[in-house]
């Protein structure tokens, strides 16, 4: 028996919804066929929007979408994308497959994904081969409600009113694909950047976010919020979980040991170590200004597979990635004092994706069923939890067999959410409930060997169940399956 400790009378502070953004990017399959299929296509659409994937999407209360990249945001430039898409320019995407990118996707057809999601858009702009001047105008079409030059261009494209975009992104990766810059000259051009980011009206506030480090570049995270605080509400910080030695060889995404299983895992919770080191930076150097952290790309990162295209970065996804992204999401949750917004990577067909498609057929994945347990903690109140648990791998490489988070709403209401990590055994639980009482226990559960995964012959193979709970006088017990992830809602009494 694993004892679980769940403490209602101590937090951290509220699980900011944005924690479960997602990110898009003109990469492979991830806009054109996955998000997009044009007004005239004979997939099911909603003005171009596929309407199987926007409500796979909206069933998740999708909070914040990242769009147009990644590498792609510094090669773009905006007003490549607005107006007749037949007069739009056609450029080569250098980033990902080398292939003719027509533009058909642009600002409008993005707002209006958004729109349909019920999510708040997160534009990335362009640093690396933009300009200042390019950046402000993109903020003053989006954003401006009277009567100036991008605010009339926006009107004879056919947008009356401002979308007044919030969240918005200076530069991407600016230490590598957004321009190989040093960290000491990205800060500079992050304060100038800044300055021209304006409000267009009284309730408008942007937050604007500086492209942060790789990994545990700790110098460029110190570096920037201590030059340019002043000027910024949050910084990024990317870390991708890649199991193989190399950039070459990241590994199978279905095909894989025992023990390529526990590195994996515990490559993933490398990310606990990185969130409190930036954090801990963050803190010292932001004064009277609070700064958040934007984990705005993560996730699992392996080999394409076989027969697809190199630079479409198109995978399977499995339980053990459902593990991945159970473990990432209970850390931020833990860490929801500093962790403000996370975006993994990505949404569609690339990386560790919430959905796949092939042609007019769509299906879920098991990181999507995660999401979709998880949902119940955004904007809830983080709780103390503890998991009295034993460690599994090998010594240098131990995770422990239980990993949790919990929060409140303001109903009462209690969602615990547990990884059983591990790939052999179930683990009887016994949860303690300090602070609160509960009348009614309900839990649910994703299952299935650390390979199992959902195909488009077989879409359903790995989906969440029920399972038993039982209330005790001091909380509830329940059995883990092996490689599972369990939500349990605890309903006030």
């Not at 056609?90 to 990118?101: A, L, Q």
């Not at 929060?407 to 300090?434: K, Y």
Request: proline content about 5%; aromatic content about 10%; some cysteine.
């Amino acid at each position: 028996m694993s004892y679980l400790i769940l403490n209602a009378n101590r937090s951290v502070g509220t699980i900011h919804k944005n924690i479960y953004g997602q990110f898009s990017e003109h990469l492979g399959r991830c806009i054109y066929q996955g998000l997009y299929v044009g007004p005239d296509s004979p997939i099911l659409n909603r003005n171009g929007m596929r309407t199987d994937v926007v409500d796979a999407l909206k069933a998740l209360h999708l909070p914040v979408l990242r769009w147009p990249g990644g590498c792609f945001a510094d090669t773009y430039h905006w007003q490549d994308g607005i107006g007749p898409q037949s007069g739009r320019k056609t450029i080569v995407n250098t980033n990902w497959g080398g292939v003719t990118e027509d533009n058909s996707f642009g600002t409008h057809e993005f707002m209006e994904l958004c729109r349909q999601i019920g999510c708040e858009p997160y534009l990335s702009g362009n640093v690396g081969s933009g300009t200042v001047q390019e950046f402000s105008d993109w903020v003053e079409y989006c954003n401006m409600p009277g009567t100036s030059p991008m605010a009339s261009l926006r009107r004879r494209n056919g947008r009356e009113e401002p979308w007044n975009v919030r969240y918005w992104g200076i530069g991407n990766e600016a230490w590598g694909c957004g321009g190989n810059m040093r960290a000491e000259y990205y800060a500079d051009l992050c304060r100038q950047y800044s300055t021209y980011l304006r409000s267009y009206a009284p309730d408008q506030k942007l937050f604007r976010i500086a492209s942060g480090a790789n990994v545990d570049d700790y110098h460029w995270t110190e570096t920037v919020v201590e030059r340019a605080g002043r000027q910024i509400d949050a910084v990024s910080l990317h870390y991708y979980t890649v199991p193989g030695p190399d950039g070459q060889h990241k590994g199978s995404a279905t095909r894989f040991t025992p023990a390529e299983y526990y590195h994996t895992l515990h490559k993933a919770l490398f990310m606990e170590e990185l969130v409190e080191n930036h954090s801990r930076i963050i803190r010292r150097y932001q004064g009277d200004r609070k700064i958040g952290l934007a984990v705005d790309e993560w996730g699992t990162w392996y080999d394409v597979e076989p027969g697809t295209n190199p630079g479409f970065l198109y995978q399977q996804n499995t339980m053990r990635d459902a593990l991945v992204a159970a473990v990432n999401l209970n850390i931020f949750n833990n860490h929801c004092d500093t962790v403000w917004m996370a975006n993994i990577a990505q949404v569609v067909n690339v990386l560790q994706a919430m959905v796949l498609t092939e042609g007019d057929r769509m299906l879920t994945t098991p990181t999507y069923h995660v999401f979709e347990m998880y949902k119940g903690h955004q904007n809830a109140r983080q709780l103390e939890s503890y998991a009295e648990t034993t460690l599994l791998g090998q010594e240098e490489e131990q995770v422990p067999e239980l990993h949790l988070s919990a929060s409140q709403q303001q109903d009462g209401s209690i969602l615990l959410t547990v990884a059983n990590l591990n790939d052999a055994r179930p683990v009887p639980l016994h949860c303690l409930l300090a602070g609160a009482r509960a009348a009614r226990v309900e839990g649910r559960v994703l299952t299935g060997r650390p390979d199992a995964h959902n195909t488009f012959d077989a879409p359903a193979r790995v989906a969440p169940r029920p399972l038993d709970a039982a209330l005790t006088e001091d909380g509830f017990t329940a059995t883990l399956p092996p490689c599972s992830v369990a939500a349990f809602t605890l309903l006030p009494a």
